[in-house]
């Protein structure tokens, strides 16, 4: 099995910044993509940015332009940097990644969740 562990969310006024940091570790051969989603109360939970194992992004239109996932593969840690933030950004937070674990399955793994909240 691997586990996902989210750190840096918080609470920051309108226009701030943030970084969360998302560490995998436990039975791992290798990770293919590692995504942020983020899940309002009463709203399903969406993509925010996935970065894949060769390093291409793609980013949900709401916050492209200000927020930066990136990557360190050593680490197996995902990045997302978050510029400019706006009250509706205020959400929980979730990391996920596509694991091959050392037993030979590839399975989908999901952080707890941090709390972002941007509100002055």
């Known amino acids: 099995q691997a586990q996902l562990v989210e750190s840096g969310g918080g609470l920051v006024q309108p226009g701030g910044s943030l970084r969360l940091s998302c560490s995998a570790s436990?039975?791992?051969?290798?990770?293919?993509?590692m995504a942020w989603y983020r899940q309002a109360p009463g709203k399903e939970r969406d993509l925010v940015a996935v970065?894949?194992?060769?390093?291409?992004?793609n980013y949900a239109d709401s916050v492209k332009g200000r927020f930066t996932i990136s990557r360190d593969n050593a680490k197996n840690t995902v990045y997302l940097q978050m510029n400019l933030l706006k009250p509706e950004d205020t959400a929980v937070y979730y990391c996920n990644a596509q694991i091959w674990l050392i037993s030979g399955l590839v399975k989908n793994h999901w952080g707890q969740g941090t709390q972002v909240t941007v509100s002055s």
């Open positions: 970065v894949t194992s060769g390093g291409n992004t």
């Open positions: 436990g039975s791992i051969a290798s990770i293919n993509h």
